[in-house]
């Protein structure tokens, strides 16, 4: 029976209330120990009728067994009547090891047991309660936040229960589980207590357990009569959960011998399969009768699952016992495990009873954290591995062994303890190519923190200390360093682009290696040392490598940089085309901690392409993963993208109240390329905004820094920004460059570019050709805006010469097809030009399609394009339940009633860019 808590219960039958009728939802119940946690759960679970109801528990465990938490809830629910994509499917099979395959992705599980759930709530309202999620291994923990966040339209409630916050669910709503109220503590207490009650001593047990429940109820019991009728004195200044504990001691320590040993047992076996527990007592001599005094003492029961009376005498057991008796009783247990079936836990159990250092131990373990890995469960294989070093003898293996626990943890997303490790490891480190291995992981640490000003000389140097032992990986580590300092930017410390560049021509491939990192190099360090069209061939090479590669795999490590490369040789259609595959293999794997930056890649073309609505949409899509993953793989980019998007649209206010924000992290990061971006977009918008001279400090920074890729895209701006304000050596220093580049690469937009500039530069009779010739490349370019902005300037360029007719019909054009690319800035500026040649430019209706959320959008465009709800939900990482819900505010919101009316009415607003 439950005392109080009518808020809680309220909360809770509200949850269900919702669930039943299709709106998921999630809680976290927090509160220390013994305050009724779990009390709750079980009345949210006896409260839920007509629910199927999945459990799981979060075990106290040293080391950590991947996906234990979600096996067992996943056991409970029926396998979904459509299987699952092959993706999913092959996932949770690895990770529950089911079958054996490629280690995957650690979101993709979780978007595998979100279909599972939602497949189950189909059938019938579904109730998940994770007690002790404090406990939860955190494969476990990331899938499972993973779903809460990404629930929605489903009948499924998420119900955890955990005494502190864990960080895997932060975020998640929460309900604080307070003590009871004075009243019900005082109730509880006169329920649970025999004979009289001195009013004083109630009052004083009921303050000083601030109505805690298991202190209510365990702390009397250590209390003779006596005691209780004269008064209550704590017996020591400890908190209240150390209290409790003491006081399951004192009984603990009243029960016979055998007994405490079972017990100890008992608490060493994290699992509690009490066909194992009842082996190791028999190997240590333990009879059963010694379960009836436990049981009767109201601590453990045994029957077909170990149970403790509370977490907290399994703790007080575990605890208290000597060194000496707790390996016994792991020893026991190891001996108890059959080595076939659970080769992990009896490594583990070896691991607590060795008494010291122990290579077998420690190389048993090392396969352990093998097996972990291939299951994708990192965070597990690290663990292995730190314990594995822990009991390594010699000192050089202990160091390797801590490097790959480090090389795990980072995989896992645990940046912190991955640094943690690294630093333990490298002093023990004296192989110089081990020495090599720990720059070049914390050099991996510093790019997954946020790339860094200081990263590229840490991976430059790795590379250096391997160059005469292994040149592989002397030029994996090199193109490393130019990926990070492409990052670092102007904010590198100690080693520059020119540096790394310079190093890789000087440790050239073995001839006739044309792998993508390879050719990568190549180009790029042909591109910093011996200039733009020496870099073009290799370059190319990489891209079309690239784009042919059957492999399927889901990420290339370098593909970022190819995706730059093409930017840089303004090749559009190489460019958009590795944009897409990135997207398109990371979103059909499921590789949730690529896709927010192959996003951003592909928003970015897509925004360049004119089609803006499908450009922010990524963004949005990139931010939502973002959120539901927890944590960014590239810290600022959905930021910086959103920016541009802003920018483009040349909202001026917006964008002049995050640009600083965006360039001030950017900067506390030393992610210098993020400081460029965020002036380019600057750019763009003063462009649009038509302050030249505002436009031109900003560009003029970046043409000077010349970065790779915004360094040349700059430039057609650069020219502009610089012949509006008079700065004719400017204009012409940057032509010229536009000029190298452009000729060497031949391609349309690079071209279609070069004509727009030249044609601003040139006396009058010779600029009319230049437009008509910009226009004609850059209307096969696929860069619609600045084919927009051809028209733009080439119209302005009309007026001035008071061909009125010709001026207006561009600026027309110019004005509609930046108006419907979103450019609303640059759509002015056409506009107000309009309006001098004594024409009004006509605004566009409305799209209905901007009353949709972005969300929306991207349901109802892939639902246009033919896609089934499952196959939408696949794609957005969503449940087919959610889809049919966002669907149904789409046809509302746009007054259709049909799949088949969707195209019409978002197709002629896609038409309109195209
Ligand atoms: N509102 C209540 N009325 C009466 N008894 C309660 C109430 N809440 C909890 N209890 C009892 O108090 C004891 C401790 O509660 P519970 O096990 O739910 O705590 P918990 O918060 O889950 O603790 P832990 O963090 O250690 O798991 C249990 O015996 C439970 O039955
Ligand atoms: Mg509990």
Redesign the pocket.
Known sequence: ?????DREREELDGLLRSARDGRSGVLVLR?E???????LLDHAVESAEGFRVARAVGVESEGELAFAALQQLCSRLPDPPDPLPDPQRDALGVAFGLTTGHSPERFLIGLAVLSVLSAAADEQPLLCVVD?AHWLDRASAQALAFVARRLLADRVALLF?S?GRNGELAGLPELVVPG?GEDDARA?LAATTEGALDARVRDRIVEETRGN??AL?ELPRGLTPAELAVGFTPTTGLPLSGRIEDSFLRRVEELPSDTRRLLLVASADRLGDPIKVWRAAELLGIGPEAAASAADGDLLDIDTEVRFR???VRSAVYRSASLAERREAHQALADATDPGQDPDRRAWHTAAAAPGPDEGVASELERSAGRAQERGGVAAAAVFLERAAELTPDAERRSLRLLLAAASDLSAGANERARRLLEESVPGLVDPAARARAMRMEGAIRFADGRGSDTPALLFDAAMAVRDLDRDLARNALMQSLEAAMWAGQLATGTTLQDAAQAALELPAPPGEATVPSLLLDGYSKRLTAGYPAALDPLRHAADLYLGDVSERPVLTWDGMVWNATGELFDFERHIAVARRRVRLAREHGALSFLPLALCCLAWNERLAGRIDAAESFVSEAEEITAATGSPTMPGANEIMRLAMLAWRGREEEVRAVAPAVTAEAVARGQGLGVTLAQFCLVTLELGLGRYEEALIAARDIYEQDPLYPGSIILPDTIEAAVRCGDSDVAQAALARLSERALAGGTPWGLGLLARSRALLAPDEEAEPLYQEALEHLGRSGVTTELARARLLYGEWLRRRRRRRDARMQLRLAHDLLEATGGAAFAHRASVELMATGERARTRVAATRDDLTPQEQQVAQLAAEGESNAEIAAQLFISPHTVAYHLRKVFSKLGVTSRGQLAAAIGHHAEAVG
Do not use: C, E, N, S
């Not at 029976?1 to 808590?5: A, C, K, T, W």
């Not at 120990?33 to 009390?39: D, F, N, Q, S, Y």
């Open positions: 029976m439950l005392f109080g808590r509160g120990p013994g305050v009724g946690k779990t009390a002790d229960a005494r009871l509880l429940p298991l109820l509370h977490p907290l």
